[in-house]
């Protein structure tokens, strides 16, 4: 995950992860647009454990709420990647979704998330969140591809 700037630093992460797929389809791929799709349509049982991980963390004085708090976070879109970050208390979460031409035509999608702890609740956290991190992302990112093509 870099900033189309010159002088971009790569983000330093305590996790990163990267999953990728690649679509034939005539279809405009927009980052930005399929980003807000990732967070703003997602299936019910992410939303039951999205509810579930909101009434958990909230004691902690976590941020809590609906995918509309990541449609805002967007901090960066380009024409091939959209970057979405979410600084809270206990770690930064970052996502880019990046649309990449090949040359035989087809197009790479892939999401990478970054994940930088601020300290030991941010560490316990994504250690309970990390398994469902990953299917959730790899099945997003399957709902991209059979939306596009």
């Known amino acids: ?3 189309d700037a010159d002088s971009a630093e790569p983000i330093r992460a305590d996790y990163s992860d990267s999953y990728s797929l690649d679509v034939n389809s005539d279809a405009e791929l927009r980052p930005g647009k ?3 799709s990732v967070f703003s349509d997602t299936p019910r049982w992410v939303n039951g454990l999205m509810k579930i991980r909101n009434a958990l963390v909230a004691p902690f004085g976590l941020k809590t709420g609906e995918s509309r708090v990541f449609r805002k976070a ?3 879109e380009s024409e091939r990647e959209a970057v979405l970050s979410n600084d809270d208390k206990h770690l930064i979460f970052t996502v880019s979704l990046s649309v ?3 040359p035989d035509g087809v197009r790479r999608i892939s999401i990478s998330t970054a994940v930088q702890y601020h300290n030991r609740l941010g560490r316990i956290y994504f250690a309970l969140i990390r398994p ?3 299917i959730i992302i790899r099945r997003m990112l399957r709902r991209i591809a059979s939306s596009v093509g």
């Open 1 to 3: 995950m870099y900033s």
């Open 34 to 36: 399929l980003l807000e």
């Open 74 to 76: 967007i901090v960066e």
């Open 100 to 102: 990449l031409p090949r």
């Open 132 to 134: 469902f991190h990953r």
